[in-house]
């Protein structure tokens, strides 16, 4: 495969970011902060430019519809046929609305396929090579969007001491770096947090290299990712760790 693309849990598009500003910040799907909601959007785009992961087209397009409707809320409203002025974020609404009740009832399916598999199944069920592989990738992803990562990155970016006087110099750090830093610090500590990882780091450059490393760990199952409730923030524990019982034989 000659292009690398991060993808967990599950596609995730424009929508799926625009739910995660609304579930994170908790705002009110029908009374959307356009202005506020615009300017996030394009600060994940930019972030997700710095991490080199590739954004699709729709991603643009929505930036563009985001900012029309924004431009359209400034202007005076028009009067729809039946005489009341028509609400510009009112498609943008429904699509959300209906994108959500479909993303509600498939992960409804999910679940009713998670408990079918507890139901039916064969004897010596850890030997199964075929669960093993499946669970040890529920794990290493489990529950952890995207945007997620994008967020805790955001995070300790903007926690990076702030330098006055900016001075031109070579760096040298690598992926491969980096993701030996990253599984040292896991082996002494057992689990961490980005922000731990992170925190006594001072060049934007290091930061992000650390964590390009922490997806190509993900990628290679070396790590697993979970998110932290209230927080952006995400927490790194090492497969090992992680692994379900049977999983070494």
Do not use: C, W
């Given at each position: 495969?000659?292009?690398?693309?991060?993808?967990?849990?599950?596609?995730?598009?424009?929508?799926?970011?625009?739910?995660?500003?609304?579930?994170?910040?908790?705002?009110?799907?029908?009374?959307?902060?356009?202005?506020?909601?615009?300017?996030?959007?394009?600060?994940?785009?930019?972030?997700?430019a710095t991490l080199d992961?590739?954004?699709?087209?729709?991603?643009?397009?929505?930036?563009?519809?985001?900012?029309?409707?924004?431009?359209?809320?400034?202007?005076?409203?028009?009067?729809?046929?039946?005489?009341?002025?028509?609400?510009?974020?009112?498609?943008?609404?429904?699509?959300?609305?209906?994108?959500?009740?479909?993303?509600?009832?498939?992960?409804?399916?999910?679940?009713?396929?998670?408990?079918?598999?507890?139901?039916?199944?064969?004897?010596?069920?850890?030997?199964?090579?075929?669960?093993?592989?499946?669970?040890?990738?529920?794990?290493?992803?489990?529950?952890?969007?995207?945007?997620?990562?994008?967020?805790?990155?955001?995070?300790?970016?903007?926690?990076?001491?702030?330098?006055?006087?900016?001075?031109?110099?070579?760096?040298?750090?690598?992926?491969?770096?980096?993701?030996?830093?990253?599984?040292?610090?896991?082996?002494?500590?057992?689990?961490?947090?980005?922000?731990?990882?992170?925190?006594?780091?001072t060049e934007k450059m290091?930061?992000?290299?650390?964590?390009?490393?922490?997806?190509?760990?993900?990628?290679?199952?070396a790590i697993s990712l979970?998110?932290?409730?209230?927080?952006?923030?995400?927490?790194?524990?090492?497969?090992?760790?992680?692994?379900?019982?049977?999983?070494?034989?």
């Amino acid at each position: 495969m000659s292009v690398y693309r991060v993808k967990l849990t599950e596609f995730e598009g424009p929508l799926d970011l625009l739910l995660f500003f609304i579930k994170r910040d908790e705002l009110d799907i029908y009374n959307i902060p356009i202005s506020k909601i615009t300017q996030e959007f394009l600060e994940y785009l930019h972030l997700m430019a710095t991490l080199d992961l590739e954004v699709a087209g729709d991603f643009i397009v929505m930036a563009a519809t985001l900012m029309q409707i924004k431009v359209r809320m400034l202007l005076p409203r028009e009067i729809g046929p039946d005489g009341e002025e028509e609400d510009p974020r009112a498609e943008l609404v429904r699509r959300l609305i209906e994108y959500k009740r479909y993303k509600e009832m498939s992960l409804e399916f999910s679940k009713i396929e998670d408990e079918q598999r507890k139901v039916h199944y064969r004897k010596f069920f850890q030997a199964d090579p075929a669960v093993q592989v499946e669970d040890e990738e529920q794990d290493i992803l489990k529950d952890i969007t995207l945007f997620n990562l994008i967020a805790a990155y955001k995070k300790a970016l903007d926690s990076m001491p702030k330098r006055v006087v900016h001075e031109v110099q070579l760096f040298n750090v690598t992926i491969e770096e980096q993701m030996s830093y990253a599984l040292d610090y896991l082996r002494v500590n057992g689990e961490a947090t980005l922000m731990k990882l992170v925190g006594h780091m001072t060049e934007k450059m290091r930061i992000i290299v650390t964590v390009i490393a922490l997806l190509e760990m993900t990628k290679n199952k070396a790590i697993s990712l979970l998110p932290i409730e209230g927080e952006d923030d995400i927490l790194i524990r090492s497969v090992a760790h992680t692994q379900p019982r049977g999983a070494e034989r």
